[in-house]
């Protein structure tokens, strides 16, 4: 028997958590308006999502797809998404407000229910609450510029002559 989706589904995932827009300060997705997070989900989780139908592969709908309507990740993973600010707490089970960086792993208590949108059906992951399990250190440097960028050599190139920035130069090298 499957799950009446039309009524939907409580249920919690977890895995590495992608593009999260669901504190305060990350605020809402750009382009959705929504507070949404890709969640790439681990084992358990894909378990439990398998176990809610017997009549058709769940991850059909649920797993993210490019334009093409192609999987966009090489793992199933779960956009989950809300209107409204959901509560979202911490390492130490504390209100989380700041940024959750690509990679953390978090929890979330999910509610799948069916839609129908101009003839299309569908299936959506509502988002009601998160719980940021083990936070992804935060990749960028923000104490000042790396030494890097300033050991480049640079090879000179004059303005002044004509030949570096003349259009009448022969395009028979060009790669095109």
Known sequence: ??????????LSISGSAMWANI?????????????????????ESLVKLKALTQDFDILDFLNVKN?????????PTVRCKTNNLPPV????KQPFTGYINNGSFIAARIFIKSYEMNGQKGLTAYLN???VLNLAS????NSGPSE?????????VDPATPAAFSPMSSSNDLPF
């Open 23 to 43: 504190t305060e300060d990350s605020g809402k997705n750009k382009l959705s308006q929504k507070y949404q997070v890709e969640i790439t989900l681990d084992q």
């Open 89 to 92: 707490w911490g390492p130490d």
């Open 148 to 156: 890097e960028l300033f050991n480049v050599k640079v090879s000179h």
């Open 1 to 10: 028997m499957s799950t009446n989706f039309q009524e939907g589904c409580a």
């Open 67 to 75: 334009k093409e309507g192609k999987f966009r990740y090489e793992k």
């Open 138 to 141: 935060d990749k960028v440097i």
């Open 129 to 131: 609450e998160a719980a």
